[in-house]
Structures are given as C-alpha cells and as structure tokens.
C-alpha cells in the first residue's frame, strides 16, 4: 500500500468566505509522487506538471490536486463529502500503484479545445441569440464548459454535428 494515512484540513476559501462551499488539503504521511504519472493516465488529469509532479482533473463537478504530500479538493458541500472523496481517492492511488506495471505513465496534460477551431464551426453571425455579444465570445465558453453547443440556435444541422464531433475527444476534460 502506497498512502497508509493523511491529516484532514478543511476551511473555507479565502477569497471570499461567504462562499457555503469548502475546501480541502490531505496532509499525506506517504509520498505519493511516484504514482502521480500513472494516476494522470488513468483518471484523465488535464493539467500536468513534470517537476515537481502534480495532476489536476474532475471528480462530479470537484476540481482535484494531487501532489506528492498533499491532496486538494474543492467546492466540497460537507465534511462528510470531503471524507468519501478522501478515502476513494486513497483506494484508486493504491489500486493504480498496485497496477502500475500495466498502465502506460503520462507525463502530460489533456490536450483542450482549441478556440479558434470552435470557431470555424459556428455562424460567425454575431447575432447574440445565445444571450453572449459575439461568436468569439460563445466559442471561448463552449471550450471552457461554461455553455453548451445547443445553446446556439443558429447552428445548421451540420454545424452542430461537426462541433459535436470535434468536441468527443475533449469530453473528460468537460466533465
Ligand atoms: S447564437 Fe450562435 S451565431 Fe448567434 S452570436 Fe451566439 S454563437 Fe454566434
């Protein structure tokens, strides 16, 4: 077993207190970095960073951290959420490090859409039917999972099956 045992820290984000969700660091007794490559290939990370290693994903909607002697988790409703992360997250860095020797390490992030590809794909019309003011800025959205390619009704049939199709590949990283 890799991670025997962590400290909880829980506290509310800095930036704006008032904030109802919290955030969460696990204090690790173990280094993990050995496994940070592997966890990266198997949890599709999308943000990598070789030295010192780090990997960044989504879990349900948590944004996620893994360093070698820490854990952050955030937007967390409750302790109790923040424990059953923990402790699946402790089960899934064992059980790959237990496997690591089937699993091909990755040593960088997702590959993320690509704006100005998006925008080949939309109207170009500028009409603001998306409740955004350009194309430009609907395109930027859309890559960023902050709107949904049906939410421009201007889209040909066409259209939104090629954006549907250039978007495939990205859909862990917009999870
Ligand atoms: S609704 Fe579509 S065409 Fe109109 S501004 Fe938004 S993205 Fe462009």
Request: proline share 7%; with cysteine; aromatic share 10%.
């Amino acid at each position: 077993m890799l991670l025997k045992s962590y400290r909880k820290e829980i506290f509310l984000p800095e930036c704006n207190p008032r904030f109802q969700s919290l955030h969460c660091i696990a204090h690790l007794d173990q280094d993990i970095g050995e496994v940070i490559p592997y966890l990266n290939s198997e949890l599709g990370g999308y943000q990598y960073t070789v030295d010192p290693p780090s990997v960044t994903f989504k879990h349900h909607g948590k944004l996620i951290t893994i360093h070698p002697r820490a854990i952050a988790v955030n937007a967390l409703n409750d302790e109790n959420e923040a424990d059953k992360i923990l402790e699946w997250l402790k089960g899934q860095i064992n059980d790959i490090w237990e496997r690591r020797h089937e699993i091909q390490p990755k040593f960088e992030g997702m590959k993320k859409p690509n704006i100005v590809e998006i925008i080949k794909y939309l109207p170009k019309t500028n009409c603001k039917k998306c409740g955004l003011p350009t194309c430009m800025v609907f395109a930027v959205q859309l890559g960023e999972g902050g709107r949904r390619i049906e939410q421009c009704p201007e889209l040909s049939p066409a259209q939104r099956a090629a954006l549907e199709k250039y978007f495939e590949p990205f859909a862990r990283y917009l999870e």
